[in-house]
């Protein structure tokens, strides 16, 4: 299948070049974000494969009463984790062959197989689409109302049975969070900051010629600003005499065209969904000084260099002076990063006993994210403690609701989000675990009091 616009529509096209319109106008209609459009086609793709493999017809089907079987269902679900580029390929008999009985068992456990989370999100989607499948094509064309009632509870039965068909990961799990403990968060901010020439290098081992704009981003990353975020702040959004950054949807300054590679900010043009992600936040004073040597250095050189100003007043440009116009800049930069943070030591694990098992911290861009909401969420806790005359500040044993409302501004996330319950609920493990360390080192005092007692 192939995809494209047409004027606003996003066009999904059949292999042979005529317009899927179901899949079409489903899309359309459902999503905004080019991103999630892009997602929910790849999943659709899946289900498009798996329909024209086993010859099912959800048209024909639907004059019979029925929609999908239960061994179309299984072999389905069994699909949804393949990649999607061995998918394209499979013929429909080689489909077959892979989802039968004999190959059942090892399907999911096959090489490159996605996560559960992936095949969990395809099913879901797949499923979204077949409920407005029913109440769009369907529903309202079906005289017979036995008929209806017929179909609805057979598409009730489907969609129910690929939500549930891969349970939930630990990916929303406290202790799954990739979040680096405060003393070294810190010292990754302090080297970022005080030594750029020594983290930020090019492939050869010197100092990279865009060190002061990658220092800048660095930083913004451990404000907790998205990649996608980041690549999209105007330089009309910083405010240095405040210290404020306003964060807002600057898709319109661009001149080409948006794709899912694009840096943008998330749900920018959601009209369906409330959110938080257009805000403004303060920034700490060292990150303002950043990006203002960044805009009085490189950037301001980058623009001399140039007959015309191409920069489409964006924040960070490249060697070229134009915007930043992929996500994966922002992936190499952060992976040459990281190997040499670990090449220095600071992100070896330690102690940690949440990384026991390995020898040093994973780093991207959305570790630094983490760990800017762990440290938000334990500053602000800790300044009401303050605020209320606790006796051990350092202690809470809940985290208050106008923390986590804090947190959905500061980080945007929706209104209706549990992100913030998910660090509460690791903050609070952390605490238990510093209790915990606490009594044993009492426990330990009392051990060698008592042996000091019977020596004597």
């Not at 981003?217 to 240095?240: H, K, Q, W, Y």
């Amino acid at each position: 299948m192939r995809r494209g616009f047409a004027r606003k529509n996003y066009i999904v096209l059949h292999d042979d070049g005529r317009i899927h319109y179901p899949f079409s106008k489903y899309i359309t209609e459902s999503y905004t974000n080019p991103h999630t459009r892009e997602l929910v086609a790849q999943s659709l793709e899946c289900f498009y494969r798996f329909c024209i493999a086993y010859q099912v017809e959800l048209l024909n089907r639907a004059s019979e009463g029925r929609a999908l079987t239960h061994g179309e269902l299984r072999d389905l679900v069994d699909l949804c984790y393949r990649p999607l580029d061995e998918i394209k390929a499979l013929s429909g008999k080689k489909m077959a062959s892979m989802l039968s009985p004999k190959a059942r068992k090892t399907t999911r456990e096959l090489s490159h197989s996605v996560e559960p989370n992936t095949a969990r999100k395809r099913l879901h989607q797949i499923a979204e689409y077949l409920t407005y499948y029913f109440e769009v094509f369907l529903e309202p064309n079906v005289r017979s109302h036995a008929l209806r009632d017929q179909l609805r509870h057979e598409y009730l039965k489907v969609t129910s049975r690929l939500k549930k068909a891969v349970g939930g990961t630990k990916q929303s799990h406290h202790l799954a969070i990739q979040s680096l403990p405060t003393d070294k968060y810190l010292k990754i901010i302090e080297e970022v900051f005080l030594r750029p020439d020594k983290l930020f290098k090019t492939a050869g081992g010197k100092t990279s010629r865009t060190v002061m704009r990658d220092r800048a981003m660095t930083l913004l990353a451990c404000e907790g600003l998205r990649p996608g975020t980041i690549g999209n702040v105007a330089i009309s959004d910083f405010r240095p005499q405040s210290g404020h950054l306003v964060i807002k949807d600057n898709r319109h300054r661009r001149t080409e065209r948006v794709s899912t590679g694009t840096p943008k900010l998330k749900m920018g043009d959601s009209t369906k969904i409330n959110h938080a992600s257009e805000t403004m936040i303060s920034l700490w004073p060292f990150t303002v000084q950043a990006l203002q040597e960044y805009i009085d250095t490189e950037r301001k050189n980058v623009l001399l260099r140039g007959l015309k100003n191409r920069s489409s007043g964006f924040l960070f440009l490249t060697r070229e002076g134009e915007p930043v116009k992929h996500r994966s800049s922002f992936t190499v930069m952060f992976h040459r990063l990281g190997k040499r943070m670990r090449d220095l030591g600071l992100l070896d694990v330690d102690d940690d006993p949440y990384f026991c098992e390995q020898p040093k911290y994973d780093f991207y861009s959305y570790v630094l994210r983490h760990s800017a909401a762990s440290f938000f969420l334990s500053q602000k806790c800790l300044e009401i403690s303050r605020a209320q005359g606790a006796q051990r500040p350092n202690e809470y044993s809940d985290v208050p609701d106008r923390v986590k409302d804090l947190m959905k501004l500061r980080f945007g996330w929706t209104v209706t989000s549990k992100m913030p319950e998910i660090y509460a609920a690791r903050a609070l493990s952390d605490q238990a675990q510093v209790t915990l360390s606490e009594f044993h080192q009492s426990l330990m005092q009392q051990v060698e009091k008592l042996r000091q007692r019977k020596e004597r």
